[in-house]
């Protein structure tokens, strides 16, 4: 008798977690929608600072930047990723200088690891989380990080 | 009372049937309405099944907080159709060691059987194909040679997780047709008759659901459980379970031979639901209600396809909802349900249906005034 009992109310008891949990779906079902639509929602996509996706090398209103072309970046990457070639320079004061020709960077081949930038004495690179860097050929990932014309930023005189 | 009905079918039918017996011989009118009629049904199953796949996706997405797809047309309406041409383009892979004939042969029954099935089921107002005076048992007959094509397709496919996937499903097929069967009979007992068109039409002021209050509700409730069971879906898909068993009974097959056992699923799905709908709820039956002419009139411009169509998508929906509801069950737990609660809830509910039709416990034995029969 105990037994049947327990029969009767188990099935009862089912039931109602059965219901329980169909009204928890009943709620999901109605409720916002997590997905994302990228294309379209470009405008109020929100990308996280920390996402690092395009190295750049920040430029200033006269063209010039910070790098002094040392190569601690091209040394410290792992993949090779960073090649920087320079020249030597006289200066008027008969001081001999180095300056930059070309910083290239290959993103096919970067992991986005960040020494670079960490490493930089001077500040010159920096990675932005502009995401959209999606070619049609390899070659085309092959990026000029100076900008033409560009030079080296003269340090300020100390005070 | 006849009401207006101007969006029937049946006037046109009727042309079409004057059409063919007056152009041709009685022989070849026949042979010409059957081959329309199997036109018709086949076209109606395709295009069934593409709807199924599209809502099911989107509601799936909807119950897991997707939107589900959205790419391709308007709201994504048509990705089920990309879907059927991708698997119609698709290469059938020839299986090494594999029964050749019975594996090819296996999705036919699948599919065969619930073509039947779906043959005899009455979308609306003159829109039956078959109309047997044992309509219910033949669907309950024809619905189970579908576990057949399943067996021979795991035992065929010379690979064991075909195998535990089809031994899995015989052994919940048959016995889910087991409850099927007699609730189905408990609505037999309170209609007086297993002919699908006499089951709607009684059911014109009061749905048997209604009719037969308690024993009709539990035999309701059970043959959803049983017919969602029997169709592999919801809570008991463990013949597929695609964590243990990569794909259950059909791993092997590719191509179009996968899409037949697809698209077999949901129009089982469908299926079941249309029966329910047919059995319980009225069929393509409107609401009526006895002597309220305006109310039935309004009721009546809805054509009766639009409400059979109407009730089977609620208990479509219904079974989405309780397949993204509830957790797998396990193949014992499975068969427990089955033999020990359902069975013998069902020969207990058997037995009160046949006392409450025999003491006239029934809403039409108790009210004849309220349904027009006194």
């Known amino acids: 008798m105990k037994a049947l009992i327990k029969y009767i109310t188990d099935i009862f008891v089912a039931i109602k977690n059965l219901l329980k949990g169909m009204g928890v779906t009943w709620k999901q079902f109605w409720a916002k929608k997590v997905t994302m639509e990228y294309p379209e929602n470009r405008d109020t996509l929100v990308i996280s600072d920390r996402w690092r996706s395009e190295l750049t090398m920040p430029h200033d209103e006269n063209n010039e930047h910070a790098c002094t072309a040392c190569g601690i970046c091209m040394m410290n990457c792992p993949n090779g990723t960073i090649s920087v070639t320079s020249s030597t320079v006289e200066t008027e004061d008969g001081k001999k200088k180095r300056v930059l020709d070309a910083y290239t960077w290959n993103q096919g081949s970067c992991t986005f690891c960040n020494l670079c930038v960490l490493t930089c004495p001077s500040k010159a690179i920096a990675f932005t989380n502009d995401f959209e860097g999606a070619v049609f050929n390899k070659e085309k990932l092959i990026y000029r990080l100076n900008q033409p014309g560009s030079k080296l930023r003269e340090k300020k005189k100390t005070q | 009372m006849n009401y207006k009905q101007p969006l029937e079918l ?20 026949s042979v010409v309405e059957g081959l329309l009629i199997l036109i018709a049904i086949v076209a109606l199953y395709a295009v069934i099944a593409l709807a199924l796949i599209y ?48 594996f090819y042969v296996a999705p036919f029954f699948v599919i065969g059987s619930s073509l039947m099935a779906f043959g005899a089921i009455p979308f609306g107002k003159g829109l039956q194909a078959v109309d047997f005076k044992m309509g219910v048992l033949y669907l309950i007959a024809v619905s189970s040679i579908g576990v057949l094509g399943v067996l021979l397709a795991g035992w065929s496919s010379n690979n064991k997780y075909s195998m535990l996937g089809a031994m899995r499903s015989g052994a919940q097929t048959i016995s889910y047709e087991l409850s099927a069967a007699f609730s189905l009979m408990t609505v037999v007992v309170l209609a007086g008759t297993m002919q699908l068109s006499e089951i709607v039409e009684s059911q014109r002021y009061v749905w048997n659901i209604f009719n037969g209050h308690i024993p009709a509700l539990v035999a309701f409730v059970i043959f959803l459980i049983s017919g969602h069971a029997e169709t592999n879906r919801g809570p008991f898909d463990l013949p597929e379970a695609e964590g243990e068993l990569t794909a259950g009974y ?59 169509f109407g009730k089977t998508a609620l208990l479509i929906f219904l079974s989405l909802w309780v397949r993204w509801t509830f957790p797998r069950l396990r193949i014992d737990i499975l068969l427990n349900l089955e033999w020990k609660v359902l069975l013998p809830i069902n020969l207990f509910n058997i037995v009160m249906m046949v006392i409450t039709v025999l003491a006239g416990w029934t809403l039409t034995d108790l009210f004849p005034n309220l349904f027009g029969l006194a």
């Not at chain 2, 049946?10 to 009118?29: K, M, Q, V």
Request: a neutral charge; aromatic letters at 18%; charged letters at 15%.
């Open chain 2, 10 to 29: 049946t006037g046109l039918i009727a042309n079409l049937d004057a059409f063919f017996r007056e152009h041709l011989s009685p022989f070849w009118a």
């Open chain 2, 55 to 102: 809502v099911e996706r989107k509601i799936t997405g909807f119950f897991q907080s997707r939107l589900g797809p959205n790419r391709l047309g308007k709201y994504g309406s048509i990705q089920s159709i990309a879907d059927m041409i991708k698997i119609l383009i698709k290469e059938i892979i020839h299986i090494n060691r594999a029964d050749r004939f019975l």
């Open chain 2, 250 to 308: 059909h791993t092997e097959y590719s191509g179009i031979q996968f899409g037949y056992y697809y698209l077999a699923e949901y129009l089982n799905m469908f299926i079941v639901a249309a029966i329910a709908t047919t059995v319980f709820l009225g069929g393509w039956m409107p609401i009526q209600v006895h002597g309220w002419d305006g109310f039935n009139q309004v009721m009546w411009y809805i054509p009766s396809y639009v409400w059979f």
